[in-house]
C-alpha cells in the first residue's frame, strides 16, 4: 500500500497539474483538477495515517490528544481555500478595472520562446487556479476533519 | 454606470464572503465586517432601485452579461422592477437579521461560519432575482439552499440535525425535478436564456418547436418553486426547520428565501411561459395559456396553505412553532392572489393580482421577521418561549412587547400598517374576480380568504393574551430585557408604520414591478436575444 502510494501520489498530482493548465480550453479545469489533487492526498492518509502530513512530511509534533483542528495541514486547507475563493473572485473583479464585464476573460499568446516556441497564457487559468485551491482546501479539509471522527 | 450597477449587490456579497473568511480568527472584526457587508449590500440594492428602476430618468430596466458573451448563449442578469422589488425586500431583511444575529447570537456560535453563511445565503438569494437564465436560476437555488441546509442544522443538537436532514432530502428531491423540468425545457425549446425561450414559445411555428411538453416541464419546475414556497402538499418542512434554525435565519428564511419560490412561479409563468399557446386540454384549465394550468392548481394550494396555516398556528404550543405555521398561512395570501392573476384574462385584473401578491410579500417579510426577532428577544430574556411558560410581559418589557403588538397588527391587517395594504388588495382581487366570473369558485375564494384573516386574528390574539398579558410567570419575572435587541425591533417596528403612513411610493413600486413581470415583450426587448435565430 505505501509502495504504491509513493509510485501513483506524484502521477496523480502530475496529471492533476496539467489538467488545471489546459483546462480553459481543453478537457480538464480547476474543478476535476482539484478532485484528483484530493484523490492524491487521499491515498496518502489511507496509506499513511492521519498524521503523517504533519509528522512525515512537516516534521511537525503531532499530540495524539489534541483535535484535528490543531493539526497544521488543516489549518492549512482552510487557508488555501479562503486564499482560493479570493483568487477566484479577485480574478473576475479584474475584468471590472479594464472597464469589461464582470468574469471576462482574456488570452494572449507569446511566440518564438526558445524550447516551447509559443505560450498561452489565458485570464481563465487565474480563475481557474482560485477554483482549484477552494475544491483542494474544501475536500480536505471535510476528508481530514471526517476522517479523524 | 448603470450596466455595472446591475451586478454591483451580487459584487458586494461576493466580497463580504472573502472578507468574513479572512477574518475568521478575529471574531470582533468579522462580527464588524459582516453588519457593514450587509450595510453595503443594502446601499447597492437601493442604488440599483433607484438608478436603473425609481429615479424620474431611470432606464427602468436593465441587463448585463456576464464575461460579455451575448445572449442568449451567456449568462444574462436582469434588473427589472420585479426583481428591484424583491431585491429591496432581501435587503432590508437582510441588514436587520445580521444586525439582530450580532446581538442575539452567542459569540461563540457567530465565530463558527454562522455570518460566512449567512452571506452565502444572500448571495444565492440575489443571484436567484438577478439571473435571466432558467440553468443559473437552479444553480443560484442550490448556493441558496446549500447555505441554508447548514444553517438549518446550525445548533448541532439531535432535534435540529434531523430537521436540517429532512429538509435536505426535500429539497435534494425538489432540485432534482427542476433539473429535469430545466433540461426538458431545453430539448423542447432549445434555448436557456429566458427571454429567448420566452420569444420562442410565443411564436413556435417559427422555430420549429412544439410547446405543448412545457405544460408538463412546468409542473415540474412549479412543484420545486412551491417546495421552496412552503405551499401545501410541500409545507411540511416549514415548522421543523423553521424552529431549528437560529430565529434570525428563521426570519430571513421566512422573510426572504420563501419569495424566491413565488418570485421564480411569476417570472418562469408570467414572464416566460405566457406568451405559449398549447393545444391540449386538462380538466379543471380553461385556455390555451400554461398560465390557465396554473391557476387552478395554484388557486387550490393557497387556499389550502392559508387555512393548514391558519389552523396549525392556532393549536401551538410556543411562539416560534406559531410564526413558523402563520408563515405557512400567509405565504397562502401571496399564492391566491397570483392564481387570481393567471386566471384573469391579461388588463388590470391581472396587474392587480400580482400588485396584491408582490405588496402581501412585502409586508409579510417585515412583519414575521418583526416577530421572528421579538421572538428571539423574549427568549434571551426569558429564556424560553412556550407560550404556557410566558405571561404578563407586557408591563414587564413595554417596548417589546408594543413592537410585538404592532407586527402581529400588521399580520391581522390594521391600518394604517403595511399589513393593511396587503391584505386589502388580496381581498380586493378576489372581490373583483368574484364580480368578474360570479362562480361557485369566486365565492369560494373569498371565504377561504374571509376563514384565513379571522384565523390570523385569533392566533395572533392568542399568543398576545397568553404571553403579554395575564399573571407575570417566574420566567417573565426574571426577565432581563437587552436593549440592543430591542433597538432593531423598535427600527423594523418603525419601518412597518413608515410604509403603512406613506404608502403610496410602494404601491408605485409595486404596480412597476407587476408591470415588468407581465411585460413580456418588453423583457424580450431588454435582454434582445439576438443569436440563435436559425435553429
Known sequence: MKTTARIVVPIILVLAISLLLQGHNLPGGGFIAGVLTTVAFALIYVAQGLDYLDSGVLGQEVESGAGVFEHRSVTAFRQTFMVGLAVAVASGFAALLFDEPFLTQTFVIVEHLPLYHELEFASALAFDVGVYMVVVGVLLTILSVVGAE | ?535
Not at chain 2, 437601493?46 to 436593465?62: E, F, H, K, M, Q
Not at chain 2, 437555488?141 to 426535500?170: C, D, I, K, N
Not at chain 2, 406568451?275 to 390555451?288: C, D, F, L, R
Not at chain 2, 409586508?363 to 404556557?388: E, P, V, W
Request: net charge positive; hydrophobic share 55%.
Open chain 2, 1 to 535: 454606470m448603470a450596466n455595472d450597477l446591475v451586478v454591483a449587490p451580487m459584487l458586494v456579497v461576493l466580497a463580504s464572503i472573502v472578507a468574513m473568511l479572512a477574518l475568521r480568527p478575529r471574531p470582533r472584526a468579522q462580527r464588524v465586517a459582516s453588519v457593514a457587508g450587509s450595510l453595503a449590500y443594502a446601499v447597492a440594492v437601493g442604488a440599483v432601485a433607484w438608478l436603473i428602476v425609481l429615479s424620474p430618468d431611470a432606464p427602468g430596466a436593465a441587463t448585463y452579461q456576464l464575461g460579455g458573451w451575448a445572449a442568449p448563449f451567456g449568462i444574462t442578469f436582469v434588473v427589472d422592477a420585479l426583481s428591484a422589488f424583491m431585491l429591496t425586500i432581501a435587503a432590508v431583511v437582510g441588514l436587520a437579521a445580521v444586525v439582530f444575529s450580532v446581538v442575539f447570537v452567542d459569540r461563540a456560535n457567530q465565530g463558527v461560519f454562522y455570518h460566512l453563511l449567512f452571506h452565502c445565503l444572500l448571495l444565492g438569494v440575489t443571484g436567484a432575482f438577478l439571473t435571466g437564465d432558467l440553468f443559473n436560476l437552479f444553480v443560484w437555488f442550490e448556493v441558496m439552499l446549500m447555505a441554508s441546509y447548514v444553517l438549518v442544522a446550525f445548533y448541532g443538537g439531535p432535534q435540529h440535525t434531523a430537521a436540517g436532514f429532512r429538509y435536505l432530502v426535500l429539497n435534494v428531491v425538489g432540485s432534482v425535478l427542476l433539473l429535469l423540468a430545466v433540461g426538458g425545457l431545453y430539448a423542447t425549446t432549445g434555448t436557456l436564456n429566458m427571454a429567448d425561450m420566452s420569444r420562442r414559445l410565443a411564436d413556435p411555428a417559427a422555430y420549429g418547436i412544439d410547446p405543448a411538453p412545457v405544460v408538463g416541464l412546468g409542473a415540474l419546475a412549479f412543484a420545486t418553486f412551491s417546495l421552496k414556497a412552503g405551499l401545501v402538499p410541500f409545507q411540511f418542512w416549514v415548522p421543523g426547520a423553521y424552529r431549528s434554525a437560529p430565529l434570525p435565519v428563521a426570519a430571513t428564511l421566512a422573510g426572504v428565501t420563501k419569495k424566491v419560490g413565488m418570485y421564480a412561479i411569476v417570472r418562469v409563468y408570467f414572464t416566460v411561459f405566457a406568451g405559449a399557446t398549447v393545444g391540449i386540454s386538462v380538466p379543471g384549465a380553461a385556455g390555451a395559456s400554461p398560465l390557465a394550468f396554473l391557476a387552478p392548481a395554484l388557486l387550490v394550494m393557497g387556499s389550502a396553505s392559508i387555512l393548514v396555516g391558519g389552523l396549525g398556528a392556532i393549536a401551538c404550543d410556543t411562539l416560534d412553532e406559531m410564526l413558523a405555521y402563520s408563515s405557512i398561512g400567509q405565504v397562502g395570501f401571496i399564492a391566491v392572489p397570483v392564481a387570481i392573476a393567471a386566471a384573469a384574462p391579461p388588463g388590470s385584473l391581472r396587474r392587480l393580482g400580482l400588485v396584491a401578491a408582490l405588496v402581501y410579500a412585502l409586508h409579510h417579510a417585515l412583519a414575521k421577521s418583526l416577530l421572528f426577532f421579538a421572538t428571539a428577544a423574549i427568549r434571551s430574556a426569558t429564556g424560553t418561549h412556550r407560550l404556557s411558560d410566558l405571561g404578563g410581559l407586557a408591563s414587564r418589557a413595554p417596548v417589546l412587547a408594543g413592537c410585538f403588538f404592532v407586527g402581529s397588527l400588521s399580520l391581522v391587517g390594521i391600518p394604517p400598517l403595511t399589513g393593511f395594504f396587503g391584505k386589502f388588495l388580496v381581498f380586493e382581487a378576489a372581490a373583483r374576480q368574484f364580480t368578474a366570473s360570479s362562480g361557485l369558485a369566486g365565492g369560494a375564494v373569498i371565504a377561504v380568504v374571509l376563514v384565513g384573516a379571522v384565523l390570523t386574528i385569533l392566533y395572533t390574539t392568542r399568543a398576545w393574551t397568553r404571553s403579554f398579558w395575564g399573571r407575570r410567570t417566574p420566567a417573565v419575572e426574571g426577565a432581563t430585557v437587552r436593549r440592543s435587541q430591542v433597538a432593531v425591533l423598535v427600527g423594523l417596528a418603525a419601518l412597518i408604520v413608515c410604509l403603512g403612513i406613506g404608502f403610496d411610493p410602494v404601491f408605485e413600486f409595486a404596480t412597476a414591478a407587476a408591470e415588468a413581470a407581465l411585460d413580456r415583450e418588453g423583457y424580450v426587448e431588454l435582454v434582445g436575444p439576438a443569436g440563435g435565430d436559425g435553429a
